[in-house]
């Protein structure tokens, strides 16, 4: 019987045997960077757009993000299987599921839930209006279209509207770097 119980005891120390290795997880990077309101107006300022988490911390954390008002800007950095939800607040990533608005896989971007892309021309404004009157819709993007400057609009399922934009080329080092802003909804 003490043979058996000292069995048990010595179990855990198995368990978290300090050669054991470690599950690896993965790190998404969410950058939110306050942009100047196009015109001033008195009362009182708007709220402001929050801080990037530190390495290593959730993304998506506890803590519900505070809306962000039209032309909030956010710089995500997208790996492979991963994806981000847009409800009128700052978006937020997450590895893939049924609610996403937006994924990534290794070789594309697309819409997801009922959303929408629409490629935008290089002279067209990347405003509300455009982003709501403009059509050309794709289904997906090729990842290695993304190139520096590539601009298109995004709706969701729900009618909320962001304008996307690729600060620099494709995926490197297996991300994938947008700048999402915020526009309103529909």
Not at 152 to 169: I, M, Q, R, S, Y
Request: charged share 20%; glycine share 10%.
């Amino acid at each position: 019987m003490a043979g058996v119980a000292l069995g048990f005891l010595g179990l855990p120390a198995l368990i978290k045997s300090p050669t054991a290795r470690p599950v690896p997880t993965e790190t998404v990077y969410v950058t939110v960077a306050p942009t100047a309101p196009a015109a001033s107006a008195p009362g009182p300022s708007a709220p402001g757009t929050g801080a990037s988490p530190a390495p290593g911390s959730s993304p998506s954390g506890s803590s519900p993000t505070p809306p962000q008002p039209p032309g909030a800007t956010t710089t995500l950095t997208l790996p492979r299987d991963y994806g981000f939800r847009l409800r009128e607040a700052a978006p937020v990533i997450e590895r893939r599921s049924d609610a996403l608005d937006f994924y990534r896989d290794s070789r594309t971007v697309w819409a997801d839930n009922g959303g929408r892309i629409v490629a935008l021309e290089p002279q067209e404004p990347g405003t509300l209006d455009t982003c709501r009157a403009v059509t050309r819709f794709v289904e997906q993007i090729p990842i290695d279209s993304l190139q520096t400057g590539t601009r298109f609009c995004f709706e969701t399922g729900k009618g909320v509207l962001a304008l996307v934009e690729v600060p620099k080329d494709g995926s490197e080092g297996g991300f994938v770097v947008l700048k999402v802003t915020f526009l309103g909804s529909r």
